[in-house]
Every structure is written in structure tokens, then in C-alpha cells.
């Protein structure tokens, strides 16, 4: 009987690490920086966008379909929209680390990814100027490459400054309505907490949207009651929204924007981006919204 005892119990610690090994490896959570850094795959524009602004592309093996800029970035292999991620297709680019934004999904498929031994890091995505620093440094940090990251925001950190003092001055603020889709007839259009109403803000202007968050469609009463100034549209996600189309919707036409027939298009990943490029941005929505007049 002790003899069974004692061979059970050296054992034990062998079948212990024998289950250890079977077991698929999980990578750890809370991870900062990549331990392998030498195949990335990139998930989210902006998140790629400061990964060539840092100079450290060559990490990278693949992007979503969000990463169209700079051109280069279109070369890699894309894994698919950041909002409707497939893990086969993300994990078939062997890659030994994922950075992605905030919002990447579905949930399902960022739930596997992070399970998986593939390092995750999520990088978090808020609509204002330290938020856009705030992604530099964690890009930069997962990279390796923290003291070139904090010269790219130190540099992002006064266009920004520069571009916010040119809107400061503006007096008389104009309503924006983000018009993100009409489709079915319906105007699906930007609330609080989304990067069109950060944008917006930071150009000197009001959303005209004031009684929700996120992306809703709205009531032909609630666009009139918005009194909307200009409408802005982007480019480049999704089927484009034609002015003859925009205005030709009642509730549109009855606005200060559809009497004049103001709307101003413009980049999607450039507008709404929150990246290194974002202070010429709000510099371009501010001078399309007011002029030069002041900003220059």
C-alpha cells in the first residue's frame, strides 16, 4: 500500500506538467509589451497610422481594412473590417503579437483572440487630444520603442495646441449634424461619445445631436428640432451619401443646412481617425466650416 502511495505521489508532479503541456497556451492578460514583436498584426487605422509615424512598420505583418493610410499599409495583408474580425482570419497571418483598438469585435472573436497564446494588447480610444497621446505612447510602448513614441507626442501634443487655439477664438459656433448613413431613408447620425462629436467639438462647432450617445437613427421631428448648420459625411466607409439624395429628405430640407445646401464631406479614417494626423484635420473642418477667417 505504501508502495502505491509513493509511486502516486512522484507522479503527481509529472502528470501535472504533462497537463500543463497539453493544455493550448493562453496569452497573459494585462499584457504592455510584446515579448516578439517581429510580426504584428495591426488592427484599427489609427493604431497603424502611429505604427509608420513612429517608423516601425517593419513589425508589421498584417492590418484590418481601416488601415488605409499611409498608402504603404495597403500592401499587407488584411484581416477583415476591425468590427467584424474572424480569429481564423487574424491568427492565419502567424502573427506573435495583435495590437488593437478599443472596439475591435465582434466580442466573440476578440474573446478567442485573447484566449489565444498570440499576445493581445488593446489599445483604448478616446475622442479627445490626451486620448490621441495616450495611444501613441501605449503603441509605443508595446513596440519597444517608448522615447521615439514620446517624441511623436510631444510633437502631436503642439499641433494640437495650435490647432484648439485657432477654434478657441470662435464666437459664434455653428450646429453640425454627422451623418453617418441614409440608407432605407433613414438618417443615422452621431451622438455624444463618438468620434464624430469629438471632432466636431475640437473644430469650434456644437453636434447638433444633444439627447443620445453613439450612432442612432433620428425622427424627422428630431432633425428638424436639431436646426443643424451643415451636415458632414465622410468618404470612404461605406456607399457615399450624394447631396441630392441628402436633401431631398423632407426634414433635411426644412433645416438652416438643407436651405442652404451646406454639407461638407470629408476622409473617414482622416476625420475620425484620433491619430497623428488629427490636428490638420480639425484645422481642415474648422476653415470648411468658418473660413480662414481666424484660423490662419
Same mark, same amino acid.
Given at each position: 500500500?505504501?508502495?502505491?502511495?509513493?509511486?502516486?505521489?512522484?507522479?503527481?508532479?509529472?502528470?501535472?506538467?504533462?497537463?500543463?503541456?497539453?493544455?493550448?497556451?493562453?496569452?497573459?492578460?494585462?499584457?504592455?509589451?510584446?515579448?516578439?514583436?517581429?510580426?504584428?498584426?495591426?488592427?484599427?487605422?489609427?493604431?497603424?497610422?502611429?505604427?509608420?509615424?513612429?517608423?516601425?512598420?517593419?513589425?508589421?505583418?498584417?492590418?484590418?481594412?481601416?488601415?488605409?493610410?499611409?498608402?504603404?499599409?495597403?500592401?499587407?495583408?488584411?484581416?477583415?473590417?476591425?468590427?467584424?474580425?474572424?480569429? =481564423?482570419?487574424?491568427? @492565419?497571418?502567424? +502573427?506573435?503579437? *495583435? #495590437?488593437?483598438?478599443? /472596439?475591435? &469585435? $465582434?466580442?466573440?472573436?476578440?474573446?478567442?483572440?485573447?484566449?489565444?497564446?498570440?499576445?493581445?494588447?488593446?489599445?483604448?480610444?478616446?475622442?479627445?487630444?490626451?486620448?490621441?497621446?495616450?495611444?501613441?505612447?501605449?503603441?509605443?510602448?508595446?513596440?519597444?520603442?517608448?522615447?521615439?513614441?514620446?517624441?511623436?507626442?510631444?510633437?502631436?501634443?503642439?499641433?494640437?495646441?495650435?490647432?484648439?487655439?485657432?477654434?478657441?477664438?470662435?464666437?459664434?459656433?455653428?450646429?453640425?449634424?454627422?451623418?453617418?448613413?441614409?440608407?432605407?431613408?433613414?438618417?443615422?447620425?452621431?451622438?455624444?461619445?463618438?468620434?464624430?462629436?469629438?471632432?466636431?467639438?475640437?473644430?469650434?462647432?456644437?453636434?447638433?445631436?444633444?439627447?443620445?450617445?453613439?450612432?442612432?437613427?433620428?425622427?424627422? =421631428?428630431?432633425?428638424? @428640432?436639431?436646426? +443643424?448648420?451643415? *451636415? #458632414?459625411?465622410?468618404? /470612404?466607409? &461605406? $456607399?457615399?451619401?450624394?447631396?441630392?439624395?441628402?436633401?431631398?429628405?423632407?426634414?433635411?430640407?426644412?433645416?438652416?443646412?438643407?436651405?442652404?445646401?451646406?454639407?461638407?464631406?470629408?476622409?473617414?479614417?482622416?476625420?475620425?481617425?484620433?491619430?497623428?494626423?488629427?490636428?490638420?484635420?480639425?484645422?481642415?473642418?474648422?476653415?470648411?466650416?468658418?473660413?480662414?477667417?481666424?484660423?490662419?
Amino acid at each position: 500500500m505504501r508502495l502505491v502511495l509513493s509511486f502516486r505521489a512522484a507522479l503527481a508532479p509529472m502528470l501535472g506538467v504533462l497537463l500543463a503541456v497539453s493544455q493550448p497556451a493562453k496569452a497573459d492578460e494585462g499584457t504592455t509589451v510584446f515579448s516578439d514583436s517581429s510580426r504584428i498584426a495591426s488592427i484599427g487605422g489609427s493604431i497603424t497610422e502611429i505604427v509608420y509615424a513612429l517608423g516601425e512598420e517593419g513589425h508589421l505583418v498584417a492590418r484590418d481594412s481601416t488601415s488605409s493610410y499611409p498608402e504603404a499599409a495597403a500592401k499587407l495583408p488584411d484581416v477583415g473590417y476591425m468590427r467584424a474580425l474572424s480569429p =481564423e482570419g487574424v491568427l @492565419s497571418v502567424n +502573427p506573435t503579437g *495583435i #495590437l488593437a483598438l478599443q /472596439g475591435s &469585435g $465582434p466580442k466573440e472573436a476578440v474573446d478567442v483572440l485573447k484566449k489565444s497564446s498570440v499576445p493581445f494588447i488593446e489599445v483604448p480610444d478616446h475622442y479627445n487630444h490626451e486620448g490621441i497621446l495616450e495611444k501613441i505612447r501605449i503603441v509605443g510602448k508595446a513596440l519597444g520603442v517608448e522615447a521615439k513614441a514620446e517624441e511623436l507626442a510631444a510633437e502631436t501634443d503642439a499641433k494640437l495646441m495650435a490647432a484648439e487655439k485657432q477654434t478657441a477664438s470662435i464666437n459664434e459656433r455653428k450646429r453640425v449634424l454627422f451623418v453617418l448613413s441614409t440608407q432605407g431613408g433613414k438618417i443615422l447620425a452621431a451622438g455624444s461619445e463618438t468620434a464624430a462629436d469629438g471632432i466636431i467639438r475640437l473644430a469650434g462647432a456644437v453636434n447638433a445631436v444633444e439627447r443620445f450617445s453613439g450612432y442612432k437613427s433620428m425622427t424627422d =421631428e428630431a432633425i428638424v @428640432s436639431a436646426r +443643424p448648420d451643415v *451636415i #458632414l459625411t465622410m468618404k /470612404g466607409g &461605406g $456607399p457615399p451619401i450624394s447631396e441630392e439624395e441628402l436633401f431631398a429628405n423632407p426634414a433635411v430640407a426644412s433645416t438652416p443646412a438643407g436651405t442652404n445646401r451646406k454639407m461638407i464631406s470629408m476622409w473617414g479614417g482622416y476625420l475620425l481617425g484620433f491619430g497623428p494626423r488629427t490636428a490638420e484635420a480639425i484645422h481642415d473642418l474648422a476653415v470648411e466650416l468658418y473660413g480662414n477667417q481666424g484660423l490662419d
